[in-house]
């Protein structure tokens, strides 16, 4: 018997059946399924509900059901233990919910005989030190092993993007970037995101910054809005360090991790972001590759995909 966690984004689940479907499927064939306190799905079987310490320790693997924000949800919950993580698309987008609804019992399958990939995505670590930091929590897993406070440090980790960005309303903040212990340079901007391969094509894709493909080891600098014109984003190695030193006193910067963990620095303070330990788990499934899903999502229209298959005909 395996034990598998359920979490829905909290508007989809009363537009498909599917996730009930799938509770059945999996219940009938002896499996436990589990849901943490907040989610949704308690609404309509409350007797699902497993406290995060039980969910985090004993759960095989994790289905979220929904967009690419339900995954970052997700990841708050395995992050301890790098639990996979199938993900079933309810979504629009669908970069990290590869299963569609219709290929998910086939995917369940799979995952529970072990034929699925496993497809290990690269973490950040942040760890923020100032004088004054103010947690500002939105909808989170209140689980202490994603962030620890400590003093004036905080340590937490990104699947997406690390946002370092001023405050509604403030003027620009003044950042310098050091690599390695090493002074790098200095600019004002209203912002810098610092991207894993995955969040490649989120934010920091919006920013102006490049596209890596989700088997590389990297860590991508974007600036958000510079006070320059010729500052673009940068791609550092994972096995760089980098710091960001807030260089004025009055002003309030925000720091978020994957736009739902957030924090603020009253005082002048630094961040340092490194590639994590840990990695998070996404179970694979289909015949799709990010390069598919990529063309589909964002890249190519219908006249582009007209005049592709009339390239491979020969017809041009």
């Known amino acids: 018997m395996s034990v598998i966690a359920i979490l829905t984004h909290h508007r ?35 007797e699902l509900r497993a406290e995060v310490r039980k969910l985090v320790e004993e759960t095989d693997f994790l289905i979220a059901f929904g967009g690419d924000g339900t995954i970052l949800r997700a990841a708050e919950y395995v992050y301890e233990r790098e639990i996979p993580v199938l993900g079933v698309n309810l ?49 989170t897993t209140s ?43 200095s600019y004002a901007a209203d912002g810098v995101i610092f991207s894993t391969p995955t969040g490649s094509t989120a934010y920091s894709l919006s920013a102006g910054g490049p596209v890596l493909s989700p088997k590389t080891e ?15 984003s940068i ?39 490194r590639k994590s330990d840990r990695y998070f788990t996404l179970l694979s499934f289909g015949k799709k590759s990010f390069y598919t899903i990529f063309k589909e999502k964002l890249l190519v229209t219908k006249a582009d995909e007209s005049l592709g298959r009339r390239v491979k005909s020969g017809r041009c």
């Open 91 to 139: 979504g629009k987008l669908g970069f990290l919910t590869r299963v569609e609804p219709q290929e998910v019992f086939e995917a369940l399958e799979a995952a529970l005989s072990g034929n699925v990939e496993r497809d290990r995505r690269m973490l950040l670590e942040c760890v923020l030190e100032s004088k004054g930091i103010a947690h500002a929590p939105r909808r």
């Open 218 to 232: 990297a860590i991508v600098l974007t600036p958000v809005c510079p006070h320059t014109l010729f500052m673009r």
């Open 235 to 273: 791609v550092f190695s994972s096995q760089e360090v980098l710091k960001v030193v807030v260089n004025q006193e009055d002003q309030p910067i925000s720091v978020k991790m994957d736009g739902k963990r957030v924090w603020k620095l009253e005082d002048e303070g630094e961040i340092t972001i």
């Open 143 to 185: 689980h202490e092993n994603w962030v620890i406070f400590k003093g004036g440090v905080v340590k937490s980790f990104a699947l997406n993007e690390c946002v370092i960005s001023k405050t509604a309303g403030e003027r620009m903040i003044s950042l310098s970037i050091f690599v390695d212990g090493e002074y790098f340079l």
């Open 12 to 46: 989809k689940i009363e537009d498909s059946t599917i996730v009930f479907e799938v509770i059945d499927w999996l219940e009938k064939r002896g499996h436990q399924v589990i849901a943490p306190p907040a989610d949704r799905v308690l609404d309509f079987r409350p």
